[in-house]
């Protein structure tokens, strides 16, 4: 729940732990014609300037809490929004889903998301580039 404040007046932001932004970097620029940009907290990745991955980590009083938000679209969204922690529903983007990235994150489930998320905001050409799981 605390990760779903995201975006509003008043939050702190702190750094993104290197190796997971290594880690997201190395899933994104896996993808093609994905640019990296710095964003107002965190790193964003766009494809033709369309974000489809942004991390971030939120300063609580506990501590840093790092987070990604994508985009998904129909069942997957809906299904995603309700499993309930480690996901949320950000406070912008109908089409947005946010994860936490903690420990014991499953890798293999977040490459999943970041494909997805960037095969439902790129043009159909660079999507049939993609080598999407399970397909």
């Known amino acids: ?3 779903s404040s995201l975006a509003l007046d008043g ?3 702190a750094d993104v732990s290197p190796t997971i932004e290594a880690a997201v970097r190395t899933l994104c620029l896996g993808l093609p014609d994905v640019v990296e940009r710095q964003a ?3 790193t964003q990745w766009r494809v033709r300037n369309r974000m ?3 991390i971030l980590a939120v300063d609580f009083p506990e501590g840093a809490v790092t987070v990604m938000t994508l985009r998904s679209s129909g069942p997957e969204l809906d ?4 499993t309930g922690h480690p996901y949320f529903q950000p406070a912008w983007g109908v089409d947005a889903v946010g994860i936490v990235l903690e420990e ?4 293999d489930e977040v490459t999943e998301l970041v494909i ?4 439902t905001v790129a043009p159909k050409k ?5 080598d999407r799981p399970g397909g």
């Open 104 to 107: 014991g994150v499953d890798w």
């Open 79 to 82: 299904a995603l929004r309700g």
């Open 116 to 119: 997805e998320s960037y095969c």
């Open 1 to 3: 729940a605390r990760a």
């Open 52 to 54: 489809f991955a942004h």
């Open 126 to 130: 660079l999507v049939a580039r993609v």
């Open 40 to 42: 107002w907290a965190g």
């Open 11 to 13: 939050i702190e932001y």
